[in-house]
């Protein structure tokens, strides 16, 4: 006989269908009749568990996913007209769209296009199925000390990449650190979202077991301290990473009863691209706790 906790995990598994569903076919038809079907659930009883489930009725959950789909692509280094963005997300026309991106956002499209601020949407974002999904995810762990070589990146995120380019330089050219062998770690010194561009500091770094040898990159040793952390897996591109980073300060650290440690986070990058696509690029946040 069935048990109560096979049917929870049975009513769990047609929902999270339902919401994998959404977020692969935004650009579709995500009418009630149509999500109804999907789930295998009546229509009449669809909209009210759907709510129940998710925190929020289904019209006002696909307009979020579909509005965050047309955030990132405005945010993508590929320029995104709003007006693309507009129909992309399902609106009939670029005005509807900007009025329900300032509404859901507090900032017009074009706005969030020029100047990406992920702390402003992470405190407006709030789906209360995604918060838990991800605080569900958060692990603690004890992270041993690591030895790295470091070069410190000076000035805009988005030049970070012309930094990393040097860092693979040095990786071929020394024989230290490699890649197929060595981890790859990121320490943004500075938020990117509050600190003026030209302040930004961010150290690109690959595991050692010697002594860094003396080289014209800026290349210095660092250590990584050891001690308990919360780690979390970001998906997708790291230009968007404030998305998975956020709710854990938001969601997960005030009713977690831990503490901030005196350390930036630090990211340890899992993908090598590019072998990997963007879109599946795998990233584990380390966010040290006393």
């Not at 965050?68 to 009939?92: I, K, T």
């Not at 998305?243 to 990058?269: A, C, K, N, Q, V």
């Amino acid at each position: 006989m069935p048990t109560q906790l096979d049917a929870t995990r049975a009513y769990t598994k047609r929902f999270d269908t339902v919401l994998a569903y959404i977020e692969t076919h935004l650009d579709g038809d995500l009418s009630v009749e149509a999500l109804s079907g999907v789930a295998n659930f009546s229509k009449f009883h669809f909209h009210r568990q759907f709510a129940a489930y998710v925190g929020m009725p289904v019209a006002r959950f696909v307009q979020l996913m579909r509005l965050r789909q047309a955030a990132r692509r405005l945010a993508s280094r590929e320029f995104c007209a709003v007006l693309d963005a507009a129909f992309e997300a399902g609106f009939d026309s670029p005005e509807a769209f900007s009025r329900a991106f300032k509404r859901a956002f507090g900032m017009a499209p074009s706005a969030f296009r020029e100047h990406p601020n992920w702390e402003v949407w992470s405190a407006t974002f709030v789906v209360p199925y995604l918060s838990r999904k991800l605080t569900m995810q958060v692990q603690i762990v004890d992270f041993s000390p690591t030895r790295v070589a470091a070069l410190e990146h000076r000035g805009a995120i988005g030049l970070v990449n012309e930094s990393v380019r040097r860092f693979i330089d040095w990786r071929k050219q020394s024989g230290q650190s490699p890649v197929a062998s060595s981890r790859t770690f990121g320490i943004p010194r500075n938020n990117p979202d509050t600190t003026p561009a030209d302040a930004f500091r961010f150290d690109i770094c690959g595991e050692i077991h010697e002594p860094v040898a003396a080289n014209d990159y800026g290349i210095r040793e660092l250590a990584i301290p050891g001690g308990r952390c919360a780690v979390v897996r970001h998906t997708g591109s790291t230009d968007h990473v404030g998305e998975t980073i956020y709710p854990i300060y938001r969601d997960w650290l005030p009713s977690s009863g831990e503490e901030l440690r005196d350390h930036p986070l630090f990211f340890h990058y899992l993908s090598v691209f590019p072998e990997t696509p963007q879109d599946q690029w795998q990233t584990d946040i380390y966010i040290p706790l006393v």
